[in-house]
């Protein structure tokens, strides 16, 4: 079954400074990669996506992620931290067959200190 | 523009109890997912469902039930609720079967004493 890793539950960044969210997948078949954001008291939101076309794929309030399939890797990042991207992300992964069911990543809880 | 809606935001339930949390969507999606959310754990699949009158387990299903007579609906039943239920349920649907993006409630906190 496919999974991801995120490591570091929190992560400070100071605002202006570059946010950089590191995902790791396993799958035995190319797969289809999610970042979603979660705001406090909110559900999840999709940030963006890769779905094997593009490698470099940019989502919403200026977030980036690049596949690397050699590196097994989906990391996040965006040039500039502001405050009000203090939130929880999640890296999560499926496949283009079977149930379609999306393994979430533990999430990375993102502090911008101004 | 509802979306997806969930029933109670909040619910506290003793020891025992029962109850059932209510989701509804109206994106006419076929896939419909219960989710539950602990700090630092992520989210875990409870159940799913692919379409109406077809439902089955995700990672942690025991203590929970599921049905789905409707495309719409997708209520999650906790039977002889226990502590380690405590925790933040998101419903959340998609229309994509392959690629589409999951569409997700605002939540159903549930505290279990």
């Known amino acids: 079954a496919q999974s991801v890793t995120q490591l570091g539950s929190h992560v400070s960044v100071s605002e202006g400074a570059l946010v950089l969210l590191r995902c790791n997948y396993s799958s035995s078949v190319p797969p289809y990669l999610f970042w979603y954001v979660q705001y406090p008291n909110q559900g999840l939101q999709l940030l963006l996506k890769y779905t094997s076309a593009a490698t470099l794929v940019k989502g919403i309030n200026g977030f980036e992620a690049e596949f690397k399939k050699s590196e097994t890797s989906f990391h996040l990042t965006k040039p500039s931290a502001h405050m009000s991207d203090a939130a929880e992300y999640f890296c999560a992964v499926t496949v283009p067959s079977g149930n379609n069911r999306l393994a979430f990543g533990k999430g990375n809880q993102v502090v911008v200190i101004p | 523009n509802a979306g997806v809606t969930q029933t109670p935001k909040f619910r506290i339930l003793k020891i025992g109890q029962s109850m059932t949390l209510q989701c509804a969507q109206d994106?006419?999606?076929?896939?419909m997912y219960w989710y539950r959310q602990d700090p630092g754990m992520g989210l875990k699949l409870i159940y799913y469902s692919v379409g109406a009158g077809i439902t089955d387990k995700g990672e942690v299903p025991n203590g929970y039930n599921v049905s789905r007579s409707t495309t719409e609906d997708f209520p999650l039943r906790l039977e002889l609720a226990a502590p380690s239920q405590t925790s933040v349920y998101f419903c959340?649907?998609?229309?994509?079967?392959?690629?589409?993006?999951?569409?997700f409630g605002e939540g159903s906190r549930l505290t279990v004493l």
């Open positions: 994106m006419n999606h076929n896939y």
């Open positions: 959340a649907s998609k229309g994509d079967p392959n690629t589409g993006e999951l569409f």
